[in-house]
């Protein structure tokens, strides 16, 4: 016996949803720790570099068993006619319409939509990662020149999407209109306040996230310093300079650091000298 894992995730045209993969983890597992010899074939789109469906001939498998998301389209109804000499099962399928050829070509069907049966997802192996919060300050044309941004965030964000971690794209734009953001400064600070650690280019990513007792991977976008290095001085934190992010062994240490880290809130600024000099000028 030799089975063939599959699902929506191994299309070229399909798609990878974290349940459609954690449930392929999970018949995975299953199938190993049974003893039972089999591939997963993933989307050259999504995991270039692994076993793929062209890579796959029918004549090496004697099944084929397709886990999670619906069955139907034409699609699914191609692995019918490429695997047709192998017993083919759904898995913690929907099945929307039985009488599709998508769902008829499968030999046994064990949907997920019974009522009764729990997603396969819950049955996969997860680990914790950490979440980080990335706060990306726009184009700042005050700095003229000396303005790196592009080319600072363009090495960042490939450092942040080559971790091992959930990325949390966060913006201190409050608006009262659009869910996707914030209404109130409170809002802001208590979400960042849920992250592990934020990585901004931003001046009040970083005041914000110390504000939340988060630690902060700060990089200031200009060259030389601007404001993101001077506030990072008065608060007496570490950060990295416009010429230095693309070092990404140093974005890895301070990254490492900050998730070693339990920060307390910097210090409130004292408005004193400026109530004195409201108070004189009356």
């Known amino acids: ?16 949803t974290a349940g459609d993969v954690l449930s392929l983890r999970a018949v995975g597992t299953a199938l190993a720790q049974a003893g039972i010899d089999h591939d ?11 076993r793929h469906l062209p890579d796959s001939p029918p004549e090496d498998y004697t099944h084929v068993v397709f886990a999670c998301g619906p069955v139907h389209g034409p699609q699914v109804r191609s692995l019918h006619d490429r695997y047709a000499p192998c017993r083919r099962i759904a898995l913690g399928v929907s099945v929307p319409d039985p009488e599709d050829p998508a769902a008829t070509g499968f030999h046994r069907i064990f949907p997920r939509d019974d009522g009764v049966t729990p997603d396969l997802s819950l049955a996969a192996p997860v680990s914790k990662t950490p979440v980080l919060g990335v706060v990306l300050a726009p184009h700042q044309p005050e700095y003229g020149g000396a303005g790196r941004h592009d080319e600072v965030h363009d090495a960042l964000t490939a450092w942040v999407a080559g971790l091992d971690c959930a990325r949390v794209p966060l913006d201190t734009r409050l608006a009262h209109e659009d869910w996707q953001r914030c209404a109130t400064p409170d809002q802001f600070v208590s979400l960042l306040s849920t992250m592990d650690a934020v990585v901004t280019t931003r001046l009040h990513g970083l005041v914000l996230g110390l504000k939340a007792g988060v630690p902060v991977v700060a990089v200031d976008p200009v060259a030389g310093g601007g404001k993101v290095t001077a506030q990072a001085k008065a608060l007496g ?23 070693s880290l339990a920060v307390t809130p910097p210090p409130v600024p004292s ?11 009356r």
Request: aromatic fraction near 10%; proline fraction near 5%.
């Open 40 to 50: 997963v074939v993933w989307s050259p789109g999504f995991r270039p570099g692994t």
């Open 1 to 16: 016996m030799r089975v063939l894992l599959t699902g929506w995730a191994s299309f070229l045209h399909g798609e990878a």
């Open 271 to 281: 408005l004193a000298g400026f109530l004195a000099e409201l108070t004189a000028s």
């Open 237 to 259: 934190w570490p950060v990295v300079a416009a010429e230095d992010a693309g070092d990404t062994a140093l974005l890895d240490a301070r990254l490492k650091s900050c998730l």
